[in-house]
């Protein structure tokens, strides 16, 4: 059994090196890019774009949307009741730990260690959901950012905006930031929009109507 949780998770470990790699490729490559830019220029320009007349209406949206991604199939492939079970017994495991070496307790120290493996792989075995949501993620998340990133370079008015600490601020400047202004915007929308949506998710995580869903979407094999 051991070495069978070992081998999941190294194969988790290979497949997010795997999704590393072509996200560094696919962003690193100007020409797929250009084609993934392209692609979903036709879908969310007519959407999301306001044709270019409010980039900030546009930015946040497109946020959201991320946000909102991330956070559904992150609660889809997370089994949060396991991931706490996992929490408070690390969380014991190192107060007693911590106790028995306090106290010189060696026998006590030596059994505990002997628990230790069990503890990581209950909290890699509660984290491995987190780590397949990433898939889905990259699928979506990357392209919608790309497309962003094409469609914000191509807009040639409403390129300024104004801020409660000033006025006629560049999207494109970095004013201080060592990121652009528009992607400071992005982060902060994303943000304040994540701290809402992952709640609302996580709330209705615990919900009887949410677990009848997750079971149909996703049946347990007996």
Same mark, same amino acid.
């Given at each position: 059994?051991? !070495?069978?949780?070992?081998?999941?998770?190294?194969?988790? =470990?290979?497949?997010? =090196?795997?999704?590393?790699?072509? =996200?560094?490729?696919?962003?690193?490559? @100007?020409? +797929?890019?250009?084609?993934?830019?392209?692609? /979903?220029?036709?879908?969310?320009?007519?959407?999301?774009?306001?044709?270019?007349?409010?980039?900030? %209406?546009?930015?946040?949206?497109?946020?959201?949307?991320?946000?909102?991604?991330?956070?559904?199939?992150?609660?889809?492939?997370?089994?949060? !009741?396991?991931?706490?079970?996992?929490? @408070?017994?690390?969380?014991?495991?190192?107060? @007693?730990?911590?106790?028995?070496?306090? @106290?010189?307790?060696?026998?006590?120290?030596?059994? %505990?260690?002997?628990? *230790?493996? *069990?503890?990581?792989?209950?909290?890699?075995?509660?984290?491995?959901? =987190?780590? !397949?949501?990433?898939?889905?993620?990259?699928?979506?998340?990357?392209?919608?950012?790309?497309? /962003?990133?094409?469609?914000?370079?191509?807009?040639?008015?409403?390129?300024?905006?104004?801020?409660?600490?000033?006025?006629?601020?560049? /999207?494109?400047?970095?004013?201080?930031? %060592?990121?652009?202004?528009?992607?400071? %915007?992005?982060?902060?929308?994303?943000?304040?929009?994540?701290?809402?949506?992952?709640?609302?998710?996580?709330? +209705?995580?615990?919900?009887?109507?949410?677990?009848?869903?997750?079971?149909? +979407?996703?049946?347990?094999? !007996?």
């Amino acid at each position: 059994m051991r !070495k069978l949780d070992d081998v999941a998770q190294v194969g988790q =470990m290979m497949l997010l =090196m795997l999704l590393l790699f072509v =996200m560094i490729f696919i962003f690193g490559n @100007e020409n +797929i890019r250009s084609v993934v830019a392209l692609s /979903l220029n036709s879908v969310f320009a007519p959407i999301i774009g306001f044709g270019g007349a409010n980039p900030l %209406l546009t930015i946040m949206l497109a946020g959201i949307i991320v946000v909102f991604l991330s956070s559904f199939f992150t609660h889809m492939f997370t089994d949060w !009741k396991a991931m706490g079970q996992a929490q @408070e017994a690390s969380k014991a495991f190192n107060k @007693e730990i911590t106790k028995a070496r306090k @106290e010189g307790n060696t026998n006590r120290v030596q059994k %505990l260690m002997k628990m *230790q493996p *069990q503890i990581m792989r209950m909290t890699t075995q509660s984290s491995g959901g =987190m780590m !397949k949501s990433m898939f889905f993620l990259f699928i979506f998340i990357a392209p919608i950012f790309i497309w /962003l990133t094409y469609f914000l370079g191509n807009i040639v008015y409403y390129s300024y905006f104004t801020v409660p600490w000033g006025s006629g601020v560049s /999207l494109f400047g970095r004013d201080g930031f %060592l990121m652009s202004n528009w992607f400071f %915007l992005y982060m902060l929308f994303s943000f304040l929009a994540g701290q809402l949506i992952r709640q609302s998710f996580k709330w +209705i995580s615990w919900s009887s109507w949410w677990k009848n869903i997750r079971k149909t +979407i996703r049946p347990s094999v !007996k």
